[in-house]
């Protein structure tokens, strides 16, 4: 894929961001992190591939080149020592419309189905093969980067 196709690609991840934001939808996060701690919650953020390349460029934007491990099943985005995220600007759509109840509790889907619609034609024009675990997705994008 040509950098301008996939400079778009990403364009697109951001719109799609961008759109959510502007959705009348109460929330409040704050930053308790318990909907990054994956195995108190028992859910994981699935990502597109266009998720995940832009979530790996932001990674290796704060001059990490490799993600650290997660023996406790946190997020690997996840600060340890500040519990704040590494890429909070460029986290994934399943970050945006978590699951915490302390925030708001989820977006239902017929809320953001067309945004996820998006976030699949980029998957396709780059092509993913679907939203994959954050974890699983993370590691693809940073080889391929």
């Known amino acids: 894929m040509r950098r301008e196709e996939l400079q778009s690609a990403l364009g697109e991840v951001r719109a799609v961001y961008a ?6 939808l109460d929330r409040s996060c704050q930053a308790r992190t318990e909907c990054c701690r994956f195995q108190l919650t028992g859910l994981t953020p699935h990502l597109t591939k266009g998720e995940a390349i ?10 990490r080149k490799t993600l650290p491990e997660s023996t406790d099943g946190a997020c690997p985005l996840l600060k340890r020592d500040t519990g704040q995220c590494m890429i909070y600007g460029d986290r994934p759509f399943g970050c945006r419309t978590h699951f915490c109840n302390a925030a708001g509790g989820p977006y239902s889907r017929k809320q953001v189905l067309d945004l996820i619609h998006r976030l699949e034609d980029v998957d396709q024009r780059l092509g993913g093969d679907g939203p994959r675990k954050i974890q699983a997705a993370l590691a693809t994008a940073m080889q391929d980067l």
């Open 19 to 24: 759109e959510l934001a502007k959705r009348p």
């Open 54 to 63: 832009l979530a790996a460029k932001a990674f290796r934007a704060t001059g």
